[in-house]
């Protein structure tokens, strides 16, 4: 009796191995080509952290922002309409003119704020506008005025 229980046990045991092993042996390598391997995700997450703060940013927030600073630097804000670009950087520094012909070179996402007075009906893209630029850390680079 002891010598069939012991037996039976076995085969139950080698059963179990027998049905798992074409399981693990069907899984292969864990990263297929059409997964990424984990140094991808890392250099994928450093680019796409560096903007987060931007792409999170409602377009309310970054009008206030925009608005805050002009009234720090005494221009009176007023203005009829907005208008919001996102500039994804990539691998380059970008040229940013800013006001009194200053140039800064910039390696970063950022965004750019423009705020139309409007003085007719309708707000056109060449209308004159004042431009806040915000760093992809939420910091503002600088301001120009552009248009007409």
Same mark, same amino acid.
């Given at each position: ?9 076995? &085969?139950? &045991? ?8 074409? #399981?693990?042996?069907?899984? +292969?390598?864990?990263?297929? %080509? ?11 997450? %450093?680019?796409?952290?560096? !903007? !987060?703060?931007?792409?999170?940013? =409602? %377009? ?6 925009? #608005?805050?600073?002009?009234?720090? !630097?005494?221009?009176? &804000?007023?203005?009829?309409?907005? $208008? ?8 380059? #520094?970008?040229?940013?003119?800013? #006001? +009194? ?7 970063? =996402? ?7 007075? /409007? ?6 893209? %060449? =209308?004159?506008?004042?431009?806040? $630029?915000? /760093?992809?850390? +939420? ?7 552009? +248009?007409?």
């Amino acid at each position: 009796m002891y010598k069939r229980k012991t037996a039976l046990y076995f &085969v139950i &045991v080698f059963l179990y191995i027998w049905l798992l092993i074409p #399981a693990f042996s069907s899984c +292969g390598s864990i990263w297929t %080509d059409k997964q990424e391997k984990p140094d991808e995700l890392l250099t994928q997450a %450093d680019t796409k952290v560096r !903007s !987060s703060f931007l792409v999170k940013m =409602d %377009d309310l927030k970054a009008i206030n922002l925009a #608005a805050n600073y002009l009234k720090e !630097s005494g221009e009176t &804000v007023s203005f009829k309409e907005t $208008y919001i670009e996102y500039h994804d950087a990539g691998k380059t #520094a970008e040229t940013i003119q800013l #006001a +009194g012909g200053n140039f800064i070179e910039y390696e970063g =996402d950022y965004l750019e704020i423009r705020f139309y007075k /409007g003085e007719g009906e309708e707000v056109s893209p %060449d =209308d004159e506008c004042i431009v806040v $630029y915000i /760093g992809e850390d +939420g910091k503002i680079l600088g301001q120009n005025i552009i +248009g007409d």
